[in-house]
Nanobody, 124 residues
Framework: QVQLVESGGGLVQAGGSLRLSCAAS????????MGWFRQAPGKEREFVAA????????YYAESVKGRFTISRDNAKNTVYLQMNSLKQEDTAVYYC?????????????????WGQGTQVTVSS
């Protein structure tokens, strides 16, 4: 079992930055690939970024590539999402997820555990 708690969301102006954190508890965190997803009102949940269990491999959605960075600290059982140059279209609830796979995954069905989400709102 893995429990996930996101933090770091909030209101930011377009062009600004936020760093999301996801604190994990459970024995399998360090062997789980991790991902961030987001869901805007009226839209389906979409993939944002993923990192392998070692942290060496990452994968990003085209819409955030070059602006967002995913990383993890297995000693702290935490995964991060650094978001720079934020745009209004980045507004959504952001979810952290853990997969039992070692390698990066980008489909929601490949993730086994989910956090409760944190709201990110980007204003003009």
């Amino acid at each position: 079992q893995v429990q996930l708690v996101e933090s770091g969301g909030g209101l930011v102006q377009a062009g600004g930055s936020l760093r999301l954190s996801c604190a994990a508890s459970g024995r399998t965190f360090s062997s789980s690939s991790m991902g961030w997803f987001r869901q805007a009102p009226g839209k389906e949940r979409e993939f944002v970024a993923a990192v392998s269990w070692t942290g060496r491999n990452t994968y990003y959605a085209e819409s955030v590539k070059g602006r967002f960075t995913i990383s993890r600290d297995n000693a702290k059982n935490t995964v991060y999402l650094q978001m720079n140059s934020l745009k209004q279209e980045d507004t959504a609830v952001y979810y952290c997820a853990a997969s039992l796979y070692y390698t990066v995954k980008y489909l929601p069905r490949e993730y086994n555990y989910w956090g409760q989400g944190t709201q990110v709102t980007v204003s003009s």
